[in-house]
């Protein structure tokens, strides 16, 4: 199974162990399938090669459904759920919902989706790196908000509880994500997706949702 670092899906520990929501889930799902999981790390381009090469069965990483991707390849049912929200101070009474943005600094990184919501807001744009980088803006008070990824903000709140930050809207449609596998390879997709269906029926889905972001991200 091919992953990429990007926490809170996939990452290191301090030891240099695998670790994080979508390697936690790819073990899981293995144990269920009766079967022992390789990850191998490559970059996200490589992923997908590596995968039209069959050089690993399915990748796992907070890969997004799109058409594109679903006319060439099969996803498994979803686990993640994802929105775009509001995040301002938690003493910011001046900004409630996203129109509030019209006028206010925004700080916003070069995902084009989310900067495109503060824009259509009317907030002017102050670029940042990341969503930690914003969050430190914000917390300093040179930004007045950053429209930002929910699970993101709900992992960021999972490590610093007491982070003076509130979310105050999100959009209504969210971006879905699965694992990804050849266009034939049916019979992995459906033994996954029972896998997860399994995973969700017995709990063992929120217990590692609820472990890195803090609430069922699947829905």
């Not at 670790?19 to 996200?44: H, N, Q, S």
């Amino acid at each position: 199974m091919a992953r990429k670092e990007r926490a809170p899906f996939t990452d290191h520990d301090e030891n240099g162990t695998l670790t994080d929501f979508d390697v936690d889930l790819g073990r899981e799902i293995a144990k269920k399938l009766g079967v022992k999981t390789e990850f191998i790390e490559t970059k996200w381009d490589g992923m997908i090669a590596g995968l039209d090469a069959k050089c690993f069965d399915a990748v796992m990483n907070d890969v997004s459904i799109n058409a594109e991707r679903k006319a060439k390849y099969n996803f498994s049912d979803l686990y993640i759920v994802s929105r775009a929200v509001l995040i301002v101070k938690d003493n910011n009474q001046d900004i409630t919902k996203l129109a509030d943005l019209k006028g206010k600094k925004a700080g916003q990184s070069l995902d084009e989706n989310l900067n495109q919501i503060a824009k259509d807001n009317g907030a002017t744009i102050v670029q940042v790196d990341g969503f930690n980088q914003a969050i430190d803006l914000l917390l300093s008070g040179r930004i007045d908000a950053t429209v930002n990824d929910k699970l993101s903000y709900l992992d960021f709140k999972t490590r610093r509880p007491v982070a003076p930050i509130k979310v105050v809207d999100e959009t209504d449609r969210g971006s879905t994500s699965a694992v990804l596998m050849n266009k034939n390879n049916n019979e992995l997709r459906d033994a996954i997706n029972k896998a997860l269906t399994d995973m969700k029926k017995d709990g063992t889905y929120l217990t590692i949702s609820k472990k890195y972001f803090g609430t069922d991200v699947s829905k």
